[in-house]
């Protein structure tokens, strides 16, 4: 009986308030000694009532009158009942961990603060942070706070579990029950609040409709509570229904979601266009397309296109022939066994396929082929050259009325008569030798041209022209004469007047020229000792006839590096004969050649080939010379309009540049008599060779047929017709299409196209490119 | 006579070029995008050749030699096509199979970018991540000194002013004689500073605008951005938007007819007007943007006709001091909106900047003071004026501040600070910093372009071609095919993220200082700096 009879215990002693420690200890040793009802009169004594675990399992009951001080009941213990039989101070039941406090009156701040378990009670309203941090341990019931008036601020604050039942009783209903900014950051647990509960964070919390089993729990329980507190009498009032809410923390996920923030859609739909007109912030200056669009876009809206640029670009090999050979168009035809058509096709451009593109040119369509990009062998063009030896004569198209003259049989004025009979004009080859073909007849060794080919070359012209006059006088009355019988004269007389050098016993010496014409013809015996002043390419042919004709000591001097290159040099080289440079020549003697150091190169021969001047002395007045050749204007024109000029008498070049220069004369005319400006067209853009894919190759291969050059050529800037991008396209957006008798083309479908580029990068021949897409 | 291609002195190899493409041709299904997506056509599809030998010991066996074909990708090597690293071609590739890598070694480009005697110029930043705002820390946490406060929990007032604000004595002494008093606008202290409507494309101009309205009008967030030099569209001068709108005037006063035009119809009068003198990435130097940019859209903005070079001078034409410019210019700007409207230049950040400050001080129409530091970003500038021209911000800041506290005004004239605020990544630190240090406010461009469009600038000159109008993610274009890549709608989304991100973080710095009344502009004993010189110099604390 003893034990269930309430001690009393004072925390004041002697009129002195006991320390907190002393009060405890206190409580402490008669818990110990089986007291389980112990009434204590507080001075403000820290935590009364908490941690009374040595009572067990058993009911204990604490009632504190007086001042209870802070967190009483705090670390409170299942079993243990606290009644403050007056207001309470902080942190009333502050990390409770199960008992039940009563307060009969109000409590400060920080009600059930950190509190996992237990019930707190309060007769009246509480302070700030009431409810703040509690949260609920899942092995046990959820902590729960109940109060009958209102709370402080910041009520709720990080709750993570319990429940809390606030009653509004006597709260001003302009006021909120909970007091300003609750909840703010509540995660768990709900609250029920009769009366204005505005101003909680939505974000954390939402209102909830109080649910019958919530009405059940709470009219239950609400009746307990106010038992507890001895206010039965308020029960009728606080028991309406539509009086009370229900708030719930929000879910994690639900806080994720945020549902009650406005989109940016609607904002900008009901916001920000309703302000400020239909398209929005330039609706009303731009009729642009609105939304986006994705990064890999087809059609108009693609930042490159494709374009098949067949025929736009002329192959490296055609813009280096001074011709003008089309000779990727040639191989092509190789490829498609239209060899004959192929090898034909070169006498529309020259008279000289075999003689000149097959022997004698140095082949500049081969230096400029884009195989020597990749270190591979050039096309050879000499296999179809020679091939062109026996082909029949091309037909001519037209028969006009028009003469032209041309003065001059060398290889650039056959050109000029061959073009211009091609075209059907008359013409009239003049020269003042026996025989045509020039310098390429007269003076290139045997060993550098068979015989034959030249011959059945020569053959060829003279059937083609008919009309050549040989052996012609050529003086100023003649010349004269021959232009007012003709509608045009060319000029292609060359540069047959060696040049010789001004110092002393120059006679002694024989020009290049007058020693390779009379070593063609086996009339010349040089001896032992040659020596040949010059040593270009010429002086290298006089070298290898020199030595032909019995030499042993051939010495090539000249005044600086010498010119000398390819075969001519190999040639030269290849029978011993030996390069001096520098070597300033002061004096030619019977003996031999004195340079300007006195020493004296021992000679049965000296040679000198420094090169030819045109010998120009028929023309008269009215063409112009200019530094020993005939001045011409961009079309080959003199100054007299209807007398052009072409080859070495113009300036020195190549045979192919004689040749090309015919063919250009006999064009220009030809547009001219036909009254079309001489300009023709633009002559296409040289392709960039970059634009070739020369990895399709086998490196290694030398094509040295006529079928294997065809299919190793790059064909530039002419499609293959290989359907590679077809093929390589990802997006399967090109087609080969058909046009007319063996025409095609590759098309590009812009609907699927989404402009990569891969039909450039995979073409073998250079014909895609990739450009910006104008259409915007 | 050789045709074999010849080196030049600019031929340049892979190894020399500062960003260099990764490419693995097992993952590769050559499906194009990258190729089609590349702003520079950096990268094309390559044949290439491979060739197989087989041999034996056993000359019975024979041997073989076989050459093959395959496809790749190739990155081009020529000056004009280097890759800038953006990588598109990562983004759209579904194999993850390419991939720009930067060069480790030396930038041989860089000798060889000036070709035909042109410059280097490029958009976006200097190019620099060194950081002295990136290396100031918060020492001063009151944990029990102060109240302690909760960014999670306690409300916040991040409000700034900009404006004059009168002494007490002058602001009493006004009221009573009903006199003129200056007008404030309490604005949050993050701004999105002067970015051009031409600069910008039209999708990322709309974006930024449409986020700043709703963050104010839907999260009470008051939020403001500035125009830049390039006018402003007439639906918005007339809306009610203006008020979030800091209308800014430079030395082309493009739009500024329109404006004009505008103000008798306008709704609200704009937040204030910014006269721009100068540019931190490009201090002294002016603007061209170039004719072929000038499509129809930016013309009507400017008030132009299309397809004409709109140049900004260096300096304005019709002022020769800085008396006169701060005069002139202020007064006029007042004047058009009766005075209701607070005006302030912005300057290149400068050894010379106290002196316009000092004479701003003087004057009580001038409204604030906006410094652009050298790290502020650009659309377009010569390199060597963005990597060798300009003035740090922090320590021109804090002279200006300093000065002001002197002469006892560092309550009446605000001062804002721009230029490279978060260029590393670290905005809300950096702006914290930079208010400590005596900013009222800070702005960014760059940073919103990189947080709410996606700008794939780093500071290793990376991408850089804004100048160029082929902006990858649609920022700096006006090429529709490129900006329509950006929706306006996502920008705005993310430039509200990144005001909201920005506002927590701003609180959880100023938090722990005990601070929540007000911005702590010039709380400078909370800054600490690991680098003694540093410290002496910006007068904080030296923590090590």
Partial sequence: ?776 | MSSNRSLEPSSLSLNDLPWQIRYNNDRCTLCGQCTAVCPVKAIELKVFQKRIIKTSVQPEKGHTNDYDSFYGIRQKTRVENACIGCAMCTLVCPNDAIAPVKNPGLDRLKFHINQNGIPRRRGGRRNSSDSILDRIKFIRISMLTDPALDAGRHEFEMRTLLGRVLSPRENMKRLKEKGWIPPVREIYPLIIGGMSFGALSPTMWEGLQMGVAYLNEELSMPVRICTGEGGCPPRLLRSRFLKYVILQIASGYFGWDEIIHAIPHMKEDPCAIEIKYGQGAKPGDGGLLMWHKVNKLIAAIRGVPPGVSLPSPPTHQTQYSIEESVAKMILSMSMAWGFRVPVYPKISASSTSLAVLNNLARNDYASGLAIDGEDGGTGAAYAVSMDHMGHPIASCIRDNYLNLTKIGKQNEIPIFAGGGVGKNGNLSANAAALIMLGASGVQIGKYAMQAAAGCVGTEEDRCNVCNLGICPKGITSQDPRLYRRLDPEDVAQRIVDLFVSFDTELKKIVAPLGRSTSLPIGMSDALGIDDYAAAERLSIKYGV
């Fill in chain 1, 1 to 776: 009986m003893k034990n269930h009879a309430f001690i009393k215990l004072s925390g004041q002693k002697d009129n002195k308030r006991i320390p907190s420690r002393v009060l405890e200890e206190m409580i402490h040793h008669h818990i110990k000694n089986g007291r389980r009802n112990i009434e204590v009169e507080g001075f403000g004594q820290h935590g009364i009532g908490g941690r009374l675990w040595d009572a067990g399992a058993d009911e204990t009951h604490i009632r504190i009158v007086g001042q209870s001080g802070q967190r009483a009941g705090s670390f409170g213990h299942f079993g243990t009942r606290i009644e403050i039989m007056g207001p309470a101070s902080d942190d009333v039941g502050w990390l409770n961990a199960g008992a039940e406090i009563i307060v009969h009156g109000n409590a400060s701040n920080g009600v059930m603060n950190g509190a996992a378990q237990g019930k707190v009670f309060i007769g009246g309203s509480i302070g700030a942070r009431g409810m703040t941090m509690t949260k609920r341990n899942p092995r046990f019931e959820p902590p729960e706070l109940w109060v009958l008036g209102s709370c402080g601020d910041y009520f709720g604050e990080f709750m993570a579990g319990g429940i809390a039942v606030i009653c509004g009783h006597t709260t001003d209903p302009k006021d909120t029950v909970l007091g300003y900014r609750p909840l703010v950051g509540m995660v768990g647990g709900k609250v029920f609040a009769r009366g204005n509960s505005d101003g909680f964070s939505e974000k954390d919390a939402k209102r909830v409709s109080v649910s019958d089993e919530d009405w059940n729990w709470l009219t239950t329980h609400l009746n307990a509570f106010l038992s507890k507190i001895h206010k039965n009498d308020l029960l009728p009032s606080l028991s309406i229904r539509s009086d009370w809410q229900l708030i719930k923390a929000r879910s994690a996920r639900e806080k994720t979601d945020s549902p009650e923030k406005s989109s940016m859609a609607w904002f900008r739909d009901q916001v920000w266009d309703r302000e400020l007109g239909r398209g929005g912030l330039i609706g009303d200056l731009e009729e642009i397309e609105r939304g986006s669009i994705p990064i890999i876009t087809r059609g108009d809206l693609r930042r490159y296109i494709p374009v098949w640029e067949q025929g736009r670009y002329m192959a490296p090999c055609q813009a280096a022939c001074p011709t003008g050979i089309p000779v990727q168009e040639r191989w092509s035809m190789v490829r498609q066994d239209n060899v004959d058509e192929a090898v034909a096709m070169g006498l529309h451009y020259t008279p000289f396929p075999a003689t000149v593109c097959g022997y004698l040119c140095p082949s500049p369509c081969m230096a400029s082929c884009t195989r020597n990009l990749k270190y591979m062998s050039p096309i050879n063009v000499k296999l179809l050259g020679k091939a062109g030896e026996n082909v029949k004569l091309p037909k001519t198209v037209k028969k006009s009325q028009k003469k032209i003259a041309v003065i001059g049989a060398g290889p650039g004025g056959i050109s000029a008569a061959w073009q211009l009979t091609l075209k059907g004009h008359t013409t009239t080859l003049f020269d003042t030798g026996s025989a045509i073909g020039g310098k390429i007849a007269a003076v290139i060794p045997g060993s550098r041209i068979p015989k034959d080919t030249l011959e059945s070359e020569l053959k060829r012209v003279k059937e083609f022209i008919p009309d050549i006059r040989l052996n012609q006088v050529m003086d100023k009355k003649e010349f004269s004469k021959i232009k007012y019988d003709y509608d045009f004269t060319i000029v292609a007389a060359g540069a047959k007047k060696p040049r010789m050098l001004p110092v002393p016993g120059i006679d002694h010496a024989v020009s290049a020229n007058e020693f390779l014409e009379l070593s063609k013809k086996d009339n010349i015996k040089p001896g032992k000792r040659v020596v040949i002043i010059g040593a270009g390419n010429v002086g290298c042919d006089v070298a290898t006839e020199a030595h032909r004709l019995g030499a042993k000591t051939i010495t090539l001097i000249d005044i600086q590096k010498p010119a000398a290159f390819g075969k001519e040099k190999e040639d030269a080289e290849g029978v011993g004969a030996t390069f001096r440079w520098p070597c300033f020549t002061k004096e030619i003697t019977k003996t031999g050649v004195v340079l300007s150091d006195d020493e004296i190169l021992k000679s049965d021969t000296v040679v000198v080939s420094i090169g030819d001047v045109p010998d120009l002395g028929f023309l008269d007045e009215s063409i112009k010379i200019d530094k020993g050749f005939i001045f011409v204007d961009a079309y080959n024109r003199t100054s007299d309009p209807r007398v052009f000029a072409i080859g070495d008498a113009v300036g020195p070049g190549l045979i192919t540049d004689a040749i090309g220069a015919g063919r250009k004369a006999a064009i220009i005319i030809d547009r001219i008599i036909e009254g079309k400006s001489p300009d023709g067209d633009t002559p296409l853009p040289k392709l960039d060779k970059t634009r070739i894919s020369l990895e399709y190759y086998n490196p290694k291969n030398r094509a040295d047929t006529l079928k294997e050059c065809g299919s190793d050529c790059a064909s530039c800037g002419k499609c293959r017709d290989c359907g590679i991008c077809v093929a390589v396209c990802p997006e399967a957006a090109i087609e080969r299409v058909e046009t007319g008798k063996d025409g095609f083309e590759y098309k590009v479908n812009p609907d699927l196209c989404i402009g990569c580029g891969f039909c450039k990068g995979a073409c073998p021949c250079g014909i895609w490119d990739l450009i910006p897409n104008p259409a915007v």
